[in-house]
């Protein structure tokens, strides 16, 4: 069975950081760009960060820049979202969505964070 399963979420405090992880299972994500993506409550789904299959290409909306970092480990199948200085207009429901021209698309089932004092 494929499937890609975030980690990590949580509560934190306005100003914190969390690492959301995305894993693979089934396949392997060598052949795969990678979007995080995330949806708050009554909003459309957002890109948050896009990275390359080789992983020397990445891309942010101007919302998250130089707060989120993606990256990738292909020996362990794994792509990570480190988030820095989260605001209060962060909480959602975090995916990470892996494609391939050959293969299409797949979402994970999502990761929650919260941001609160």
């Known amino acids: 069975q494929l499937q890609l399963v975030e980690s990590g979420g949580g509560l934190v405090q306005p100003g914190g950081s969390l690492r959301l992880s995305c894993a693979a299972s089934?396949?392997?994500?060598?052949?795969?760009?990678i979007g995080w993506f995330r949806q708050a409550p009554g909003k459309e789904r957002e890109g948050v960060s896009c990275?390359?299959?080789?992983?020397?290409?990445?891309n942010y909306p101007d919302s998250v820049k130089g707060r989120f970092t993606v990256s990738r480990d292909n020996a362990k199948n794994t792509v990570d979202l480190q988030m820095i200085s989260l605001l209060p207009e962060d909480p959602a429901d975090y995916y990470c969505?892996?494609?391939?021209?050959?293969?299409?698309?797949?979402w994970g089932q999502g990761t929650q964070v919260t941001v609160a004092s």
């Open positions: 990275i390359s299959i080789s992983g020397d290409s990445t």
């Open positions: 969505y892996a494609f391939s021209p050959a293969s299409g698309g797949f």
């Open positions: 089934g396949f392997t994500l060598d052949y795969y760009i």
